[in-house]
């Protein structure tokens, strides 16, 4: 059963702006498997734009509650390099007091904007 729902969008150019103008931004947002690729690379402005508008729509799915770690949800990729979503810590407790046991991510960058889709499921 499908408990909540939350949607995000990043103007992508903005997004890195503030990368560029706050170095350590990315590291307080992204962990270190967010921040690269399975290769190892960094990941593009576009990638960490819909990996943040991902963060940002999980949040709103679970009602914006204060106090939530930005490492306790992260995005990883399967060996396909499709993104999943994983809990922890913070995002992890809030989710279990609401009864959610599964998530559904999307992701989309394109035309300078980023997009993310979560659905919270019992």
Known sequence: ??????IDVVLVDRFARALDRTPLLADR????????????????????AARFAAKEAVAKALGAPAGMRWHDCEIVSDPDGRPWLTVSGTVAAVAADRGISRWHLSLSHDGGIASAMVVAEA
């Open 29 to 48: 947002l992204f962990t270190e498997g967010e921040r690269t690729t399975q290769s190892g690379n960094p990941r593009s402005a576009e990638s960490l």
């Open 1 to 6: 059963m499908i408990v909540s729902v939350g």
